[in-house]
């Protein structure tokens, strides 16, 4: 994969043809009303090579759902198309798009070439301004890497439309669950965002709970009962390796990376205490944060690494907190009725998603990094856990339904409270967490 | 359950009494093992038909009683719990082996994280109990394993009653 990726940096290359696109009408404001998702006709890509066809109809697939399912976008179906694109270089009769009232038109095509590379390109259009939308863009590599490529056009879409970095090239780690709801199995599942290419990184033989990405994407922290008890284990997705982060026998969890990648963030049990730890992965070196005797947990680092925010029922509720990253005093965030837990810190920094527990039932929610603005986007009998995607525009958390048969299901919504949908999942799935941006 | 729930008397009534008469360990074991052929004409008996050794982990399950329960989001010992766990206290240290687990548990209701953190709270509450009444300290492992492995499956305040708990596992006994 990392190989796939170089290639395919080296290779990124802006097409010189077309005329520069002067400053576009044509953008989509992510605002806090009711919105109309920007009509788009994406034609099946043109397969210049007779090995490239199933491919071009894929990545045309691919892309259009991506853009869909962001609810930002939607699609005119090919079946209403009256044009053709039939050579990617051909001049386009925007008569044939405006007709339909598409705004945006993706064109692309795919070969492949003697030596068996994917040629992947594309061209982003203004229908109504009759103007390419930027620069077309060109991808070369393994023909294996063709849904990445899909997933980088996506992100230029929507980058271009919205001004907001994309986040569809990016993973989703969870915990896919089997079995009866008092012997829940569980194991550690990796799937693309949009639910493709799903592989399995542990057995189901001992209970895990609660992955979490390192900053590089090259590893996962998570949860483990491996030994016992619980305790902090660090995967490395290239060997699949494990090992625990903190001492046998000690009990931990709920683990974070600090931005840096250089330190995690944890909760650890003395006694009867839960407390929050900063330990040295490298080391095993550790520091004590709070103090309290209360329960501390939840914690998660601000992408600036300078502030943690974390759950406490000091107050004898349990209650969001921030505080500096070295420890020391911390403020209460949450004021409004209810109970506040796992906190995370939005990737742009100006908000932090929580679940709210309130008159017996379970929201998720986001607020300003102070307290204020608080706005629950989604309620139901149980869901929590909340995920930012790399873009800080959309959350995945998990939901699960109530009685004997009740089962958890992997959900994303975005941070207005549109576009709730389910993730699709072979099996039950809870505590998703999102990667960061696939470079 | 009845069977277990008349055991589970006779013995807490035995053990008040030893209690109240400052009694030391070894007198509680012989109570204990009187109560032998009480319990076999009370009729508690194993999978096999044989009435249950007192020595052996069953009998410590199913007579004695291995867990407590707990108000909704608390971990505080109420009266009843204390006094199984007085029974416990006495029937480990008379015939328990190796260590002890003492897994914390909490119902749905709740984050998952925090949930961890209170079922902790719950085991090291007995813990502590169990420490109180000579056991010792380092026999004795927390578990907490949060909402994660619920006895009883229904959403309701009927089946959550259940699942907030403490279970005290006895690795190896006596009488196996």
């Known amino acids: 994969m990392k190989q796939v990726w170089s290639v395919l940096a080296a290779i990124f290359l802006v097409l010189g043809a077309g005329p520069l696109a002067a400053q576009s009408p044509l953008r989509i404001t992510i605002t806090e009303g009711t919105r109309e998702p920007v009509a788009f006709a994406a034609p099946a890509f043109v397969a210049e090579s007779a090995r490239a066809a199933t491919i071009a109809a894929d990545l045309t697939d691919v892309v259009t759902a991506n853009l869909t399912g962001s609810g930002l976008f939607r ?6 198309h009256i044009g053709r694109i039939t050579s990617f270089d051909a001049p386009v009769r925007f008569s044939d798009w405006s007709l339909l009232d598409a705004q945006l038109l993706i064109t692309g095509s795919a070969t492949t070439t003697a030596d068996g590379q994917l040629v992947v390109k594309f061209r982003l259009w203004d229908v109504f301004a009759q103007a390419e939308l930027g620069a077309g863009q060109q991808f070369v590599g393994p023909s294996s890497s063709w849904r990445r490529m899909a997933h980088r056009i996506a992100d230029i879409a ?37 639910g493709a290419n799903l592989s399995y990184l542990t057995g189901d033989e001992t209970l895990l709970l609660a992955p979490r990405w390192s900053p590089d ?4 922290l998570y949860t483990s009962y491996a030994s016992g008890q619980p305790e902090v284990v660090e995967l490395d997705l290239a060997t699949r390796a494990t090992r625990p982060l903190t001492a046998l026998g000690q009990v931990a969890f709920a683990p974070r990376y600090s931005p840096d990648g250089r330190q995690v963030v944890l909760s650890a049990n003395e006694g009867s205490n839960t407390d929050i730890y900063l330990v040295d992965p490298a080391t095993g070196a550790r520091r004590r944060l ?84 608080e706005r629950l986007l989604t309620g139901s009998f149980l869901e929590e856990a909340p995920s930012w995607a790399p873009n800080g525009r959309v959350l995945t958390f998990f939901r699960e339904t109530q009685g004997a048969e009740g089962a958890p299901q992997i959900w994303s919504v975005d941070i207005s409270g549109r576009n709730l949908r389910p993730l699709p999942t072979p099996a039950f799935a809870s505590d998703p967490a999102w990667s960061g941006l696939i470079q | ?40 004409a009370a009729g508690a008996l194993g999978p096999d038909g044989q009435p249950l050794p007192p020595t052996s982990r069953a009998f410590f399950q199913q007579v004695i009683g291995d867990r407590v329960f707990f108000s909704v989001d608390q971990h505080q010992l109420t009266p009843e719990a204390t006094a199984v766990l007085d029974q416990q206290a006495n029937w480990l240290l008379a015939n328990a082996a190796g260590t002890i687990t003492i897994e914390g548990h909490a119902d749905e209701q709740g984050t998952r994280d925090y949930n961890i953190a209170l079922s902790n709270r719950r085991a090291a509450a007995v813990r502590d109990y169990l420490v109180t009444r000579g056991v010792p300290d380092g026999r004795l492992t927390l578990v907490p394993f949060g909402k994660e492995r619920p006895v009883e499956v229904c959403s309701t305040e009927a089946c959550y009653s259940k699942n907030r708990r403490a279970v005290t596992v006895v690795g190896s006994a006596i009488g196996s």
């Open chain 1, 217 to 220: 994407n090259r590893k996962i």
């Open chain 1, 290 to 373: 709070t103090t309290s005797p209360a329960i501390e947990t939840a914690p998660s680092f601000s992408p600036d690494g300078r502030q943690i925010v974390f759950e406490s029922d000091r107050s004898g509720t349990q209650q969001l907190y921030v505080m500096p990253a070295t420890g020391g005093a911390a403020a209460r965030i949450s004021s409004g009725p209810g109970r506040y837990g796992t906190p995370v810190w939005s990737p742009r920094g100006d908000r932090i998603a929580f679940t709210k527990i309130n008159e017996g039932r379970f929201h998720i929610g986001v607020m300003r990094t102070d307290g204020s603005d």
């Open chain 2, 1 to 40: 359950m009845s069977i277990s729930k008349l055991g589970w008397i006779l013995v807490a009534a035995l053990a008040l009494t030893a209690c109240s008469r400052g009694e030391n360990a070894d007198a509680l074991f012989q109570g204990q093992t009187s109560l032998e052929d009480e319990f076999a």
């Open chain 1, 75 to 80: 699609d005119i179906p090919a079946t209403a």
């Open chain 1, 158 to 194: 929507y980058e271009r439309l919205t001004g907001e970095p994309g986040y569809f090239n990016s993973r989703i780690a969870f915990v896919s669950e089997t079995g009866a709801k008092g012997q829940r199995r569980k194991r550690l599942a990796v799937m693309d965002q949009d």
